[in-house]
């Protein structure tokens, strides 16, 4: 088998590619939000084992953001 290596500036080059466009797949999108859930429901079954006091969740939504609007949406109290 021919393993060839990608160099430093050809893995920039494809990451870049891939995050200009702004746009995930409806899969990527399936996927992110599983790890979402399954992380939340991890949380909220492990408060409730601390507390005794039942936790309600929602499903998470995915989009794509920038840093901007994340600190503009998540102000610091």
Do not use: C, W
Request: glycine content about 4%; hydrophobic content about 35%; proline content about 4%.
């Amino acid at each position: 088998m021919d393993e060839q290596l990608l160099s430093s500036e050809e893995i920039r080059e494809l990451t870049k590619s891939s995050t200009e466009n702004n746009q995930i797949t409806k899969e990527e999108i399936d996927a992110l939000g599983e790890i979402g859930n399954i992380s939340i429901g991890t949380s909220a079954t492990t408060l409730y084992s601390l507390l005794r006091n039942k936790v309600v969740i929602t499903t998470p939504k995915v989009f794509i953001t920038n840093i901007q609007e994340l600190k503009e949406a998540h102000p610091i109290p």
